[in-house]
Nanobody, 116 residues
Framework: QVQLVESGGGLVQPGGSLRLSCAAS????????MGWYRQAPGKERELVAV???????NYADSVKGRFTISRENAKNTVYLQMNSLKPEDTAVYYCKVIVFTGENYWGKGTLVTVSS
């Protein structure tokens, strides 16, 4: 059974930092890409950052220069380092994994709140 477990969310003041982690287990096939999406209240889910095997990471324009995605293949884990956080970064952050056979899996999400 595939399971994605996110951690690292919480409440942070504007300008602060958080590091999200997502550990994937139960995946039989090799992972092609791992990424982070977010959904703010009343808005659609949007891509934040994705790292695909053999390619450079991609970022949403709104987070470029502030967020960094990284991947630890041996642990099937992806991280999102978030710096200079803004109130508009407040959202539930979801991890997504796509394997080479095409199946994709989602985590349950972790809440990030940026507020003073």
């Amino acid at each position: 059974q595939v399971q994605l477990v996110e951690s690292g969310g919480g409440l942070v003041q504007p300008g602060g930092s958080l590091r999200l982690s997502c550990a994937a287990s139960g995946i039989i096939f090799s992972i092609n890409s791992m990424g982070w999406y977010r959904q703010a209240p009343g808005k659609e889910r949007e891509l934040v950052a994705v790292i695909t095997t053999g390619r450079n990471p991609n970022y949403a324009d709104s987070v470029k220069g502030r967020f960094t995605i990284s991947r630890e293949n041996a642990k099937n884990t992806v991280y999102l380092q978030m710096n200079s956080l803004k109130p508009e970064d407040t959202a539930v952050y979801y991890c997504k994994v796509i394997v080479f056979t095409g199946e994709n899996y989602w985590g349950k999400g972790t809440l990030v709140t940026v507020s003073s």
